[in-house]
């Protein structure tokens, strides 16, 4: 089993930055793949950004790309989440997700992560 724990989430004007961790705990070796969600009032859950363990590939929904960044530490097994520039339409719950397949492929989808945080909300005011 894994263990997620985000924080970080707050109220943030628009043009802010937020940084959201994830502390994970319990059989963190098992981890493959790490990834943020978001999931906005009457919305689905969608992708946000992942990144692999070894840190080796990142990538990012569209809507984040050049001003989002996923990062970790693998000492703390923590995973971060820096957000720039953000927009109302940031506005969500985030939530982390860890992966333990080791196959190689991008995952973007949120059935194919084993592990969840609780979420943190960010509020973007406008």
């Known amino acids: 089993q894994v263990q997620l724990v985000e924080s970080g989430g707050g109220l943030v004007q628009a043009g802010g930055s937020l940084r959201l961790s994830c502390a994970a705990s319990?059989?963190?070796?098992?981890?493959?793949?790490m990834g943020w969600f978001r999931q906005a009032p009457g919305k689905e859950r969608e992708f946000v950004a992942a990144?692999?363990?070894?840190?080796?590939?990142?990538y990012y929904a569209d809507s984040v790309k050049g001003r989002f960044t996923i990062s970790r530490d693998k000492a703390k097994n923590t995973v971060y989440l820096q957000m720039n520039n953000l927009k109302p339409e940031d506005t969500a719950a985030y939530y982390c997700?860890?992966?333990?397949?080791?196959?190689?492929?991008?995952?973007?989808?949120?059935?194919?992560?084993?592990?969840w945080g609780q979420g943190t909300q960010v509020t973007v005011s406008s």
């Open positions: 997700a860890a992966s333990t397949v080791v196959d190689g492929t991008t995952r973007r989808l949120d059935y194919e992560y084993d592990y």
């Open positions: 319990g059989r963190t070796f098992s981890m493959y793949t």
């Open positions: 990144m692999t363990w070894s840190a080796v590939k990142s």
